[in-house]
């Protein structure tokens, strides 16, 4: 008689469908670009400046580090 754990278990990963969707989705995308990074980010940029949507764009880093933003001159 086995133990339990000498039982042999067929392993099948878990499969998410979510991020199945995105990751075939994102191959979509990066091979009509070629898989060129640089043309993939391209196209991104182009397709969020024409989604009609408000683009959000990080500001300027106004300290290197947080100890430096809580140092008083």
């Keep these: 008689m086995k133990a ?9 990963p878990w499969r998410d469908p ?4 995105v990751r ?8 009509e670009s070629g898989y ?3 043309e ?3 196209r991104l940029e182009a ?3 024409s989604s ?5 764009k990080r500001g300027e880093v106004l300290a290197e580090s ?4 809580l140092r008083k001159d």
Excluded at 4 to 12: A, D, G, V
Excluded at 52 to 56: A, E, F, R, S
Aim: charged content about 30%; some cysteine; hydrophobic content about 40%.
């Design 4 to 12: 339990m754990y000498e039982e042999e278990i067929p392993y099948e």
């Design 66 to 69: 947080p100890s430096e933003a």
């Design 36 to 38: 060129d990074i640089h």
């Design 52 to 56: 009609g949507h408000p683009i959000v």
């Design 24 to 31: 075939q989705a994102r191959e979509a995308l990066f091979a």
């Design 18 to 21: 979510i991020v199945a969707e």
């Design 40 to 42: 993939f980010c391209r």
């Design 47 to 49: 397709r969020q400046a």
